[in-house]
């Protein structure tokens, strides 16, 4: 059986190691067909994306070619399987990968099983999501990201790992556990400094260590940051977190509903 992984440079796992798909063109192929849920691609969209405004004059072909490529390297990687993984259907090309084989569908899974838990069971939320975070290696598909298709998925899966760990954040919280995250919410915030949620739970964690001043220093820093560089002012969200550390608000406490906040 393969494992494939996109959530960093594109890898391939075979029982006797890790196996290389040579040429961008290639890596790109089987890039757009691992980020389509399994859905077959239509052949001009993966013409567009492998080579854009230069595809070739006879296309058609030239991707044909890479196809055959490609399903002839899935093959000799797994000898012993008796269908080809890379069918072509009346809709385009589509590439057989099930969840358990795609780090990107792990992650995701795990991330749907931590959202299941996370109300009754922080901690074991927690652990969920620190295991689906631990499967991304860096950027999705490192340096080749390929065309729209690519691009988009990249986008998509970044989107899910941010709010992945505001999650995990806000599971830690509801553990008790805001000191021992400190350094990771405050690395997260500088990281993301225009991403509300972050700032909201480093106030929180802050507060709850003791450190009312720089809770509300950072604050103050984030105000000035949105309203200098995008022209907006806080949420009605970050705004009642501020207001809840001036006035002492016991929902800041362990066990109070932070979600209060959320639905501001």
Not at 22 to 49: K, Y
């Amino acid at each position: 059986m393969l494992s494939f992984s996109i959530l960093g440079s594109l890898e391939i796992h075979t029982a006797s190691g890790k196996a290389e798909i040579p040429g961008d063109l290639q890596r790109t192929l089987i890039q757009a067909l691992l980020v389509s849920d399994r859905q077959a691609v239509p052949g001009d969209a993966l013409i567009e994306e492998m080579w854009g405004d230069s595809a070739p004059d006879n296309q058609a072909n030239a991707l044909q070619a890479h196809v055959s490529r490609l399903r002839r390297r899935l093959r000799s990687l797994e000898p012993g399987r008796t269908e080809s993984r890379l069918t072509m259907q009346p809709s385009g090309y589509r590439l057989t990968v099930a969840e358990q084989e795609l780090d990107a569908a792990q992650f995701q899974r795990k991330v749907k099983d931590a959202e299941r838990l996370l109300p009754a069971h922080p901690v074991t939320a927690a652990g969920l999501l620190r295991s689906a975070l631990a499967h991304w290696r860096g950027p999705v598909f490192g340096y080749v990201s390929g065309g729209s298709v690519c691009r988009l998925a990249a986008a998509r899966l970044e989107e899910h790992r941010l709010r992945a760990t505001e999650m995990l954040f806000e599971a830690e919280l509801a553990a008790g556990r805001h000191g021992s995250i400190l350094a990771e919410l405050n690395e997260a915030h500088i990281s993301n400094p225009l991403r509300e949620r972050f700032c909201e739970q480093l106030m929180i964690a802050l507060y709850r260590a003791g450190r009312q001043a720089d809770a509300l220093d950072t604050y103050r820093i984030m105000w000035h940051r949105l309203s200098e560089e995008i022209g907006v002012q806080p949420s009605p969200s970050l705004r009642g977190v501020e207001r809840a550390i001036l006035a002492h608000d016991p929902v800041l406490s362990l066990g109070g509903d932070l979600k209060r906040f959320q639905a501001a």
